[in-house]
C-alpha cells in the first residue's frame, strides 16, 4: 500500500520533520561537547569521572542527548564530593 501526501500539508509535514531532525542533531552534538569539556577537566582535576571515562560520558550523550548530559552533570557537580579543596 502506497499512501502518498500531496500537496502544501504534507512539503510541510516533510520540511518540518527535516528541521526537527536537524535541530536533534546540533543539540546531542552540542550537549556531547559541552559534556566532553567537563569530563576532560574533571578528570584532571579529581583523577577521573564517576562510572565511566570522559569519552564514554561523551558517546552516552552523543547518542542519549540532553537527558544522558544532565545525569552526567548531577552525578558530577549536584552530588557533594566530599571534603572541600584548601584554599
Request: with cysteine; charged share 5%.
Amino acid at each position: 500500500m502506497h499512501i502518498q501526501a500531496t500537496g502544501g500539508l504534507g512539503q510541510l509535514l516533510f520540511l518540518g520533520s527535516i528541521v526537527l531532525v536537524v535541530v536533534s542533531v546540533v543539540v546531542n552534538i552540542s550537549f556531547a561537547l559541552v559534556v566532553l569539556g567537563d569530563a576532560s577537566l574533571v578528570s584532571r582535576r579529581q583523577g577521573g569521572t564517576r562510572f565511566a571515562d570522559p569519552w564514554l560520558w561523551t558517546f552516552g550523550t552523543l547518542l542519549g542527548g540532553p537527558v544522558v548530559g544532565c545525569f552526567y552533570w548531577v552525578i558530577h557537580h549536584g552530588m557533594p564530593q566530599g571534603a572541600p579543596e584548601p584554599q
